[in-house]
């Protein structure tokens, strides 16, 4: 009968050991170098983006339904939420700002039927200092997004 070789191999624990070794290696690791703070500025960019598209799109439902008074979108900076509101005060949509981003500025923007509302700003900052600006043209009501 042939003699069989011995071969050299990893087990499966051993591998799932070494694996679960660096999952915890880099757990702690990536956020000391930055890695964290880097998805919270993506975060907050998107953020911006997001609040600029909702204020377009109260602007859109306020020029398209032009019979009717005014739609709004309405920021509670405290509870970290906006609302679009209709005219007959129904809301519409509640947004959520996810926490660790701290919003400020004009609390209130109202539409007119031809899209005009008063001009403000709405600031997003995270703990690093990173800040974005959602800028509201008043006269025009046009929107526009800015790193300060």
């Known amino acids: 009968m042939p003699k069989l070789k011995n071969y050299c191999s990893y087990t499966t624990i051993e591998i799932l050991l070494v694996i679960i070794l660096l999952a915890v290696f880099v757990a702690i690791v990536l956020p000391r170098f930055g890695a964290g ?12 983006y997001n609040i600029a598209s909702d204020i377009r799109a109260t602007r859109a439902l306020a020029t398209s339904n032009a019979w009717t008074s005014a739609y709004s979108i309405q920021f509670d900076f405290a509870q970290n939420i906006y609302r679009i509101i209709a005219p007959n005060s129904d809301i519409l949509e509640t947004k959520t700002i996810p926490g660790g ?4 500025g004009s609390p209130r923007y109202d539409f007119s039927s031809l899209g005009a509302t008063t001009t403000g700003t709405i600031n997003l900052t995270i703990a690093s200092g990173e800040s974005w600006t959602v800028a509201v043209n008043g006269p025009t009501g046009t929107v526009r997004i800015q790193k300060p």
């Open 101 to 104: 981003i701290t919003a400020s």
């Open 37 to 48: 703070d880097l998805l919270n500025k993506q975060s907050l960019k998107t953020i911006a």
